[in-house]
C-alpha cells in the first residue's frame, strides 16, 4: 500500500443500520424490501423480484435507503456460502429499505469517500474469504458478527485516486465479463454438440433397426427395497452404498455419505445387490436419469428410488442406457409417469418404453462414436471451466492490486488482457 494512504476501521466513517421487521402497528406504508435474494453472487442488485410490503410508518423513516447506501447481507447464507455479501443501492426513484437480514452502511461524508470505492474494497473482502472468520452459525443459518466487521481495515487514498481505482476496475470487469460470457457459450456449444448427435442418432433409427418395447429386450428389471426395509438406523457414515436418484450424476454413480448401509443390513438385503453392467434408473426427479453399474459398484445396493435393468444378450448395455437418455424417451417418461406432486416412474411404464433397436453390432459401434464425442466433449468442458475459474481468480488479483496501490495502466493492461474465446492472460509480469 502506498505511504501516503490512510488506514481507518468501517466504523470510523460509516454508520450503520439494522432491517424492517413486519409491521405491527399502523400506519402503514408500502415500500420494496431488499433482500438476501436480491444479492447476486457478484455483489450486485438484483432487481427483479424485490418484494413490496406493508411497514410501519415510523421505523421506514429511520430506514429508508438512499442512493449510493451501501447493503450488507448479515444473516443467511449456507453450508457453502457464507454471508457478508454487499450491494449498492442504485435506484432515485421509489420508495425502498432492506429487510431484517440485511443492514445498510451510509458513508458519513461522501466528499471524502466514493461509495463505489467502499463497495468495491468491501466486495474484496467477501469475495477472498475475510468475513468466513466473522461468523457465527445457528440453526442452520450463518450471523455475520457485526461488531468484529465494523473493525474492517479500510485502505483510503485521496477521492480522486478512488475514483480512478473504480474507473479503472470497471474497464477490467467488464472485459472479463465479457471473457466469462463467451466462455460460458463455448461451454454450452460443447455440450450441444454431443446431445445433438446423441439425439439424432435416436431420433433417425436406420435400416434393419427394429421397433421393439424395453420389456422384450430385457432379462429382469426390480426395484429397490420398500421403505419399510430399511430405517433411519440402518444408515451409517461409512459402509455400503445404497444408490438412489441423488447418486446418478452425468450418467455415473458416485457414493453419498448419507446413503450408506452396514453389512448386517446388506446381508439383509441381498437381493438387491448390484452386478457388473445392471442400468440403474431414477425413478423420481428427472426421468431418464440412468447409469451403468461398472467394477467399482459391484455389490452396492439399489435403493427404493430406483430401478434396476439388466439386459438380455441381444442388446448392448451401453446403446440401451443412452436410448434412456435421449430427449425422445424422456419426454416419454415425462409424459407417462404418475405422481401428483413428484413424477413417479414404475415397471409398467418402462416395459413398454419404445425402443429402436439396430444389430449388435451397429449397437456397438454407435456406442464407440458416441463415447469419443463423449470423451472430446468433456475435454472442452474441463478446458472452459477452468477458463471460469482463472477469470475469477483473474478477478481477486486485479482487486488485490488495487487496494495495494499497484493498479497502473500498465499493469492493467497486462492483468486483464483477454483474447476473443475467454482465454484469461495470467502470465507472470
Given at each position: 500500500m502506498?505511504?501516503?494512504?490512510e488506514?481507518?476501521?468501517?466504523?470510523e466513517?460509516?454508520?450503520?443500520?439494522?432491517g424492517?421487521?413486519?409491521?405491527?402497528?399502523?400506519?402503514?406504508?408500502a415500500?420494496?424490501?431488499i433482500?438476501?435474494?436480491?444479492?447476486t453472487k457478484d455483489?450486485e442488485?438484483?432487481d427483479s423480484?424485490?418484494?413490496?410490503?406493508?411497514?410501519?410508518?415510523?421505523?421506514?423513516?429511520?430506514?429508508?435507503l438512499?442512493?449510493?447506501?451501501?447493503?450488507?447481507?448479515?444473516?443467511?447464507g449456507?453450508?457453502?456460502?457464507?454471508?457478508g455479501?454487499v450491494?449498492?443501492f442504485?435506484k432515485i426513484?421509489g420508495e425502498y429499505?432492506?429487510?431484517?437480514?440485511?443492514?445498510?452502511?451510509?458513508i458519513?461524508?461522501?466528499k471524502?469517500?466514493?461509495?463505489y470505492?467502499?463497495?468495491?474494497?468491501?466486495?474484496?473482502?467477501?469475495?477472498t474469504?475475510?468475513?468466513?472468520?466473522?461468523?457465527?452459525?445457528?440453526t442452520?443459518i450463518?450471523?455475520?458478527k457485526?461488531?468484529?466487521y465494523?473493525?474492517?481495515?479500510?485502505?483510503?487514498?485521496l477521492?480522486?485516486?478512488?475514483?480512478?481505482?473504480?474507473?479503472?476496475?470497471?474497464?477490467?470487469?467488464d472485459?472479463i465479463?465479457?471473457?466469462?460470457?463467451n466462455?460460458?457459450?463455448?461451454l454450452q456449444?460443447?455440450r450441444d454438440?454431443f446431445?445433438?448427435?446423441?439425439?439424432?442418432?435416436?431420433?433417425?433409427?436406420?435400416?434393419g433397426?427394429?421397433?421393439?418395447?424395453l420389456?422384450e429386450i430385457?432379462?429382469?428389471?426390480?426395484t429397490?427395497?420398500?421403505?419399510?426395509?430399511l430405517?433411519?438406523?440402518?444408515?451409517?457414515?461409512d459402509?455400503?452404498?445404497?444408490?438412489?436418484?441423488?447418486?446418478?450424476?452425468?450418467g455415473?454413480?458416485?457414493?453419498?455419505q448419507?446413503?450408506?448401509i452396514?453389512q448386517?443390513?446388506?446381508d439383509?438385503?441381498?437381493?438387491?445387490?448390484?452386478i457388473k453392467?445392471?442400468?440403474?434408473?431414477?425413478?423420481r426427479?428427472?426421468?431418464?436419469?440412468?447409469a451403468i453399474?461398472?467394477e467399482?459398484?459391484?455389490g452396492?445396493?439399489?435403493?427404493?428410488?430406483?430401478?434396476v435393468?439388466?439386459?438380455?444378450?441381444?442388446?448392448?448395455?451401453?446403446f440401451?442406457r443412452l436410448?434412456?437418455?435421449?430427449?425422445?424417451v424422456?419426454?416419454?417418461?415425462?409424459k407417462?409417469?404418475?405422481?401428483?406432486?413428484m413424477?413417479n416412474l414404475n415397471?409398467?411404464?418402462?416395459?413398454?418404453v419404445p425402443i429402436?433397436?439396430?444389430?449388435?453390432?451397429e449397437q456397438?459401434?454407435i456406442?464407440?462414436?458416441?463415447n469419443?464425442?463423449?470423451?472430446?466433449?468433456?475435454?472442452l468442458?474441463?478446458i472452459?471451466q477452468?477458463?471460469l475459474?482463472?477469470?475469477e481468480?483473474?478477478?481477486k488479483?486485479?482487486?488485490k492490486?488495487?487496494?495495494n496501490?499497484?493498479?497502473e495502466?500498465?499493469?492493467?493492461?497486462?492483468?486483464?488482457?483477454?483474447?476473443q474465446?475467454?482465454?484469461?492472460?495470467?502470465?507472470?509480469?
Amino acid at each position: 500500500m502506498k505511504n501516503d494512504w490512510e488506514v481507518k476501521k468501517l466504523e470510523e466513517f460509516c454508520d450503520f443500520g439494522n432491517g424492517l421487521w413486519a409491521g405491527k402497528k399502523p400506519p402503514y406504508i408500502a415500500v420494496g424490501v431488499i433482500r438476501n435474494t436480491n444479492f447476486t453472487k457478484d455483489c450486485e442488485l438484483n432487481d427483479s423480484d424485490i418484494i413490496c410490503l406493508n411497514v410501519e410508518k415510523s421505523q421506514y423513516d429511520k430506514r429508508k435507503l438512499q442512493f449510493g447506501d451501501i447493503v450488507l447481507e448479515k444473516s443467511g447464507g449456507g453450508p457453502k456460502q457464507p454471508v457478508g455479501r454487499v450491494i449498492i443501492f442504485n435506484k432515485i426513484d421509489g420508495e425502498y429499505s432492506y429487510s431484517n437480514f440485511t443492514s445498510v452502511i451510509k458513508i458519513k461524508n461522501k466528499k471524502d469517500i466514493d461509495f463505489y470505492y467502499l463497495h468495491k474494497y468491501l466486495y474484496f473482502h467477501y469475495l477472498t474469504g475475510s468475513t468466513e472468520s466473522m461468523q457465527s452459525h445457528s440453526t442452520g443459518i450463518r450471523n455475520l458478527k457485526f461488531d468484529e466487521y465494523k473493525q474492517i481495515n479500510v485502505p483510503l487514498p485521496l477521492i480522486s485516486e478512488q475514483q480512478r481505482i473504480v474507473a479503472t476496475l470497471d474497464e477490467a470487469f467488464d472485459a472479463i465479463a465479457r471473457a466469462k460470457e463467451n466462455a460460458e457459450k463455448n461451454l454450452q456449444n460443447a455440450r450441444d454438440l454431443f446431445e445433438s448427435y446423441l439425439q439424432s442418432v435416436f431420433a433417425n433409427p436406420g435400416e434393419g433397426w427394429e421397433e421393439k418395447r424395453l420389456g422384450e429386450i430385457i432379462s429382469e428389471m426390480m426395484t429397490g427395497p420398500f421403505g419399510s426395509m430399511l430405517h433411519k438406523s440402518d444408515y451409517v457414515p461409512d459402509g455400503i452404498p445404497v444408490v438412489n436418484p441423488q447418486n446418478i450424476i452425468n450418467g455415473e454413480i458416485i457414493s453419498l455419505q448419507k446413503t450408506m448401509i452396514n453389512q448386517k443390513t446388506k446381508d439383509r438385503l441381498c437381493k438387491y445387490s448390484l452386478i457388473k453392467k445392471d442400468i440403474v434408473i431414477a425413478r423420481r426427479g428427472e426421468m431418464g436419469r440412468c447409469a451403468i453399474v461398472t467394477e467399482k459398484e459391484i455389490g452396492w445396493l439399489c435403493g427404493t428410488g430406483c430401478l434396476v435393468i439388466r439386459i438380455g444378450q441381444n442388446a448392448d448395455e451401453e446403446f440401451i442406457r443412452l436410448c434412456l437418455s435421449s430427449a425422445k424417451v424422456k419426454e416419454l417418461l415425462e409424459k407417462e409417469s404418475i405422481g401428483t406432486t413428484m413424477s413417479n416412474l414404475n415397471q409398467g411404464i418402462l416395459m413398454q418404453v419404445p425402443i429402436a433397436l439396430p444389430p449388435l453390432p451397429e449397437q456397438r459401434s454407435i456406442v464407440a462414436k458416441l463415447n469419443a464425442l463423449s470423451t472430446e466433449t468433456k475435454k472442452l468442458e474441463a478446458i472452459y471451466q477452468k477458463k471460469l475459474a482463472d477469470l475469477e481468480e483473474l478477478k481477486k488479483s486485479i482487486l488485490k492490486k488495487a487496494f495495494n496501490g499497484e493498479l497502473e495502466c500498465s499493469t492493467i493492461r497486462k492483468i486483464y488482457t483477454v483474447e476473443q474465446n475467454g482465454q484469461p492472460a495470467l502470465g507472470k509480469e
